[in-house]
């Protein structure tokens, strides 16, 4: 296994990341990765894509625009169907590197990238393969579930304020990813939430800020990638739950699955949303990822 870094077009925007091919001769299967809300490539998706390489597969792992490694403006914004998109450059992207069977990638998402490859797998039949790991379903349903009902006015009007401070030609507000009180003002404000991204910021990945533009939040509010998931059939579909996940709440991730057509698989882990990527949890989540992948990519 080798890991080289690449760059790659994403329509006038360049996208950074590391691709990682195993042993052996080629072509090989290939996954696409990104991260999940705010983060970086640097947060333990390294540790998924070596796991992947070992068993046979290539794999892409990019920072999203306006994050990490990658260009793009305005810096810390995040449009889910930017990023979509992007994950389908990438996808070309990789079809186009040597040593790479075309015809057989697969992607890969955690969080909110695991919302982004439900959608992906419904509209982009390139696709032969798609894990969800503690995907977010409604951004609506899920924001109802982490937003106390009497802070939603403030909300709103944050948002308005931001939306008319824009037009008269100001910079877009921001708002932390994460805080210590949570009761603080934060996208996530869940204390698994602020233990992880601080830790992670500081042990591995220093390039990750914590703030996104308001507009990501209104953009968040707008996104429904379980709408897509009676689509994805007939690729197959491997959804990966926390029973515990307190961020992206395992009921509509359940519910979810109930909607989906075969083939598919449910797995679920013991812990909360953050114990995918570390401990017990991520021998399981890793380890249930590279089967499914290695059973519809493998030759």
Known sequence: MNRNDVEFNAEGT???????????????????MAHGF????????????????????????????????????????????????????????LQTMPGIDRDRIGVWGSSYSGAHVIVLGAIDKRIKAVVSQVPL?????????????????GLRAALDGDR??????????????VAEDPLGTAVLPTPDSWQ??????????PSW??????????????YEPGSYI?????????????????????DLAIDAYERAREPKKLVLLPGGHFDAYVGPDFE????????????????
């Not at 490539?41 to 990490?68: H, P, Q, T």
């Open 38 to 93: 705010s983060a970086v490539k640097e947060m333990y998706l390294d540790s998924f894509a070596e796991v992947f390489a070992e068993a046979g597969l290539a794999a892409l792992v990019f920072d999203n625009r306006n994050f990490g490694a990658s260009d793009g403006e305005p810096r810390y914004e995040i449009d889910p169907w930017a990023q979509v998109r992007d994950y389908r450059h990438a996808i070309t992207y």
């Open 137 to 153: 379903i409604s951004g609506s349903q899920n924001a109802r579930r982490l937003i106390r009902p009497d802070f939603w006015g």
């Open 164 to 177: 008319e401070a824009r037009f008269a030609g100001k910079e877009p507000g921001m708002i932390p990813v």
């Open 196 to 205: 992880w991204f601080t830790e992670t910021g500081k042990t591995r990945a």
């Open 230 to 250: 009676g689509r994805v059939s007939p690729t197959p579909l491997m959804l990966v739950v926390a029973v515990n996940d307190v961020l992206t709440v395992s």
């Open 284 to 299: 399981l989540s890793s380890g249930e990822a590279r089967d499914w992948l290695v059973q519809h990519l493998m030759r």
């Open 209 to 222: 800020h914590n703030a996104v533009t308001l507009r990501s939040v209104e953009m968040f509010l707008e």
């Open 14 to 32: 360049t996208l950074r990341g590391w691709l990682y091919r195993p042993a052996g001769d080629g072509p090989v299967p290939g996954v696409v």
